[in-house]
């Protein structure tokens, strides 16, 4: 009955492969989310969705794109990986658009790039 | 853009004291300040948030407030418990950015509560 789920929870892999991780949530949310969470701890928006509108941060990479199948889910596709792709990548969701709708996190995947 | 300074980095204290983690943020037009928390192999959790026609706003033992003159903005914990071990975000937006203009966080605090 996990809110907001995301997986694979860790992921290692090579510089310059390709791989995604998958968010799902069963709130009912109409507004999707990813944020980057770097060793550091820093926590920055990479991009929000809501009713097939995307918002990226202009800082994001375009080996970077989010994809939603439908309303409840939010894949995160990123291409040619680099060592400075590696942290903790969170979905999150709220029930509108507007930032005062509280946003649900999920767990996280931890990924690594050797 | 907005940029919003968190301190401090770690934060250490006895167990039945109080807690208190201190923000700034820069832009006057930020009008929601949401305080999130973030315990370890999860993800952040919202606990508490301040919007700018208030300037304090409490639930339980957690308390937020804000000075809208000073753009400085504070959580406070009182009686602190082992569960209140944890990281802790302020951020600040405005309610006319949306989406991935939204939300900037602070580099986080580290509360740790001695046994």
């Known amino acids: 009955d996990t809110a907001v789920s995301q997986t694979p929870k860790y992921l290692v892999t090579q510089m310059g492969n390709d791989k995604s991780i998958k968010c799902e949530q069963n709130?009912?949310?109409?507004?999707m989310y990813w944020y980057k969470q770097d060793s550091k701890k820093f926590l920055k928006i990479m991009f929000s969705?809501?009713?097939?509108?995307?918002?990226i941060n202009e800082t994001v990479p375009n080996r970077f794109s989010p994809k939603s199948p439908d309303k409840a889910h939010l894949n995160l596709h990123i291409n040619s990986l680099e060592l400075g792709d590696s942290a903790v990548y969170f979905c999150?969701?709220?029930?509108?658009?507007?930032?005062?709708?509280?946003?649900?996190f999920g767990p996280g995947t931890r990924l690594t790039v050797t | 853009g907005e940029n919003v300074e968190q301190h401090p980095s770690t934060l250490s204290v006895q167990e039945g004291d109080s807690a208190v983690i201190k923000c700034t943020y820069s832009?006057?037009?930020?009008?929601?300040f949401p305080w999130y928390k973030q315990e370890l192999g999860k993800g952040p959790q919202l606990i508490i948030d301040?919007?700018?026609?208030?300037g304090e706003k409490k639930d339980q033992r957690i308390a937020v407030t804000l000075n809208k003159t000073a753009k400085h903005f504070s959580l406070h914990i009182t009686e602190t418990q082992p569960e209140d071990s944890a990281v802790y975000f302020c951020?600040?937006?405005?309610?006319?950015?949306?989406?991935?203009?939204?939300?900037?966080f602070g580099k986080g605090t580290h509360l740790i509560i001695q046994p």
């Open positions: 999150a969701s709220s029930q509108g658009q507007g930032v005062f709708y509280e946003q649900y």
């Open positions: 709130l009912g949310h109409d507004t």
């Open positions: 969705y809501n009713n097939k509108e995307l918002i």
């Open positions: 832009d006057s037009a930020s009008n929601y």
């Open positions: 301040i919007r700018s026609n208030v």
């Open positions: 951020a600040a937006t405005s309610q006319f950015l949306r989406g991935a203009d939204g939300l900037t």
